[in-house]
């Protein structure tokens, strides 16, 4: 797959652009604070349906508009495809494929993209919400139908911590409180599924990870990643990470008795204190935490490994083709040798977009198509 137009309306500084990108590699290139990222971003929406900057749309909406548009027109092999998102700053948003209406959730399943910034260091030194994001925006582009589970998880779970809220604030004992069973079931089963995509991702990442790892960093540390969950004791979240996944008995039935048992303590703090939205990606290098242990190359190196190893997972599953590899703002982070090196890992792909703010950091081979960017303006290389 490949972006082969990029339009956008209102979006970040943009009041209007168009760009034309190429197969293989493209460079967009400019100061800080010009618009580069803001172009990736865009992109990357269409695939993961958030950004990896902020946690709400309402900022990629230019100052003084009620809505920004994204158009993207996708190449698969022969056969294009025009992708339509309208993020509007109040209310729900609107996409059209090929100028039909459509969910927003089907987007994922016409475009796939892997974006690699230097936020993303965040993903392993940061809190464990960065690594439930990582997750599941990349379950949704392996299922795109998990879009809508992890959406209706997201209300049951306000849903049922208003509830206990509202119990606390009215003293309210938790036998007296027989409507959260209702809410308890369709959190199990929401939830229940979630882990299982999550753990199901985390085996399949293990291996592309340290290959990855190895490949970028030069050197095998015996990378490696689990997930702690809240439905097997303790609580990730804050943490207390003890707890392991290789105990027995299903998932839903762990869940259910450890809904029980924490209740008198979620009705205390009305909060919901077990599910998915609890649980922690563990990532470990040497045999050590990497968030805490790791050192500055080693944490780049495993956030890289993530994304690259994220890349090869979809390019061997998807029937779309390669997905659009993005690298914003990576190489001033890298030493000279992972830049080489990170450059020879992603050539093959159909498409890589990167950014930066100097020309000469980007290896010669990722300069082929070089788009200038200033003030919200597009240039080609030659203008």
């Known amino acids: 797959m490949i972006v082969e137009q990029l339009g956008l309306t209102d979006f970040r500084n943009y009041a209007a652009a168009d760009v034309s990108l190429s197969a293989g ?11 580069k990222t803001n172009l990736v971003e865009a992109v990357a929406y269409l695939a993961t349906l958030g950004s990896h900057r902020v946690s709400s749309d309402a900022p990629m909406v230019r100052d003084g508009a009620d809505a920004a548009i994204v158009r993207a027109r996708l190449g ?46 965040q993903i392993v030194r940061g809190d464990p919400s ?44 938790g036998d007296a409180l027989g409507t959260l069973d209702v809410w308890d079931d369709k959190l199990v089963s929401l939830g229940t599924e979630v882990i299982e995509a999550r753990l199901a991702l985390a085996s399949d990442l293990s291996v592309p990870v340290a290959d990855a790892y190895t490949a970028i960093a030069g050197a095998d540390h015996d990378p490696r990643l689990r997930w702690a ?3 097997v004791g303790g609580d990730p979240e804050e943490g207390d990470a003890a707890a392991d996944t290789g105990t027995t008995g299903s998932l839903a039935d762990q869940f259910r008795a450890a809904l029980a048992a924490r209740r008198p303590q979620e009705l205390e703090r009305g909060l919901t204190l077990v599910g998915p939205h609890r649980d922690d990606l563990v990532l470990e290098v040497r045999g050590l935490p990497v968030k805490g242990y790791a050192s500055h190359g080693e944490s780049w190196s495993v956030a890289l490994a993530l994304r690259l190893a994220s890349a090869e997972l979809l390019r061997a599953e998807s029937r779309l083709g390669d997905p659009v590899l993005i690298l ?23 498409q890589v977009i990167v950014t930066s703010a100097v020309e000469e950091d980007v290896p010669d081979g990722l300069r082929a198509h070089v788009v200038r960017v200033e003030a919200g303006r597009i240039k080609d290389a030659d203008d």
């Open 25 to 35: 590699a493209n460079l967009f290139v400019g100061r800080n604070g010009q618009g």
């Open 76 to 121: 698969h092999g022969e056969r294009s495809v025009l992708l339509e998102l309208q993020l509007n700053r109040q209310g729900s948003n609107k996409a059209r494929v090929n100028g039909v209406n459509v969910r927003t959730a089907e987007l994922p399943r016409y475009a796939q993209v892997v974006l690699f910034a230097p936020e993303d260091l």
């Open 130 to 173: 960065a690594r439930r994001r990582f997750a599941d925006q990349l379950i949704v582009q392996r299922a795109p139908r998990l879009a809508g589970v992890l959406a209706d998880y997201d209300r049951v779970l306000r849903q049922r911590t208003a509830l206990l809220k509202s119990a606390r604030a009215r003293g309210v004992r």
């Open 229 to 231: 969950l809240s439905v």
């Open 328 to 350: 914003d703002d990576v190489f001033a982070e890298l030493d000279a040798g992972r830049r080489t090196r990170l450059a020879e890992l992603v050539a093959g792909f159909e």
